[in-house]
């Protein structure tokens, strides 16, 4: 999904469901995108089968076919799953040093973690080329 389409899902999600009318006032009240844009929008997340939606009259009513969680999980799995191996934990550590999050949060890391190094190896090996070539950590792959 676009930045644009993340937007209008949020609504959606936020929302349950919400008919057309509803999704552009609520966009408007924070944008000023046109109605024809969020219009266009909905469009494309319906053809994406990110949105289903009903007719009401002469209203259409769209509700989500993915949660907010399954949509934000698929996005940092297609992410994570083009870095390579070697870096996605310096990833994640500059992700956590930048956002803010509650104490129950960190607990919940805290203990994953925990458990996690217990089996965790010592090293990562780089997975962007062939087995033979190892990039260097301070250098891009």
């Known amino acids: 999904m676009s930045p644009s389409e993340w937007e209008v899902m949020r609504v959606i999600w936020t929302t349950g469901g919400a008919s057309s009318k509803e999704v552009i006032s609520l966009i408007q009240a924070k944008s000023t995108w046109s109605e024809s844009t969020i219009k266009t929008l909905l469009r494309r997340l319906v053809e994406k089968k990110m949105l289903s939606t009903i007719k009401e009259g002469r209203r259409f009513f769209y509700r989500p076919t993915i949660t907010e969680a399954a949509a934000m999980d698929k996005v940092v799995s297609d992410l994570f799953d083009h870095l390579c191996s070697m870096k996605k934990g310096g990833v994640i ?3 956590l040093s930048e956002l803010t999050l509650s104490r129950s949060d960190i607990e919940q890391m805290q203990q994953l973690l925990s458990q996690k190094i217990k089996t965790a190896p010592v090293a990562i ?17």
Do not use: E, I, V
């Open 125 to 141: 090996a780089c997975d962007c080329l062939s087995n033979d070539r190892n990039c260097d950590q301070k250098k891009s792959c």
């Open 93 to 95: 550590l500059k992700l």
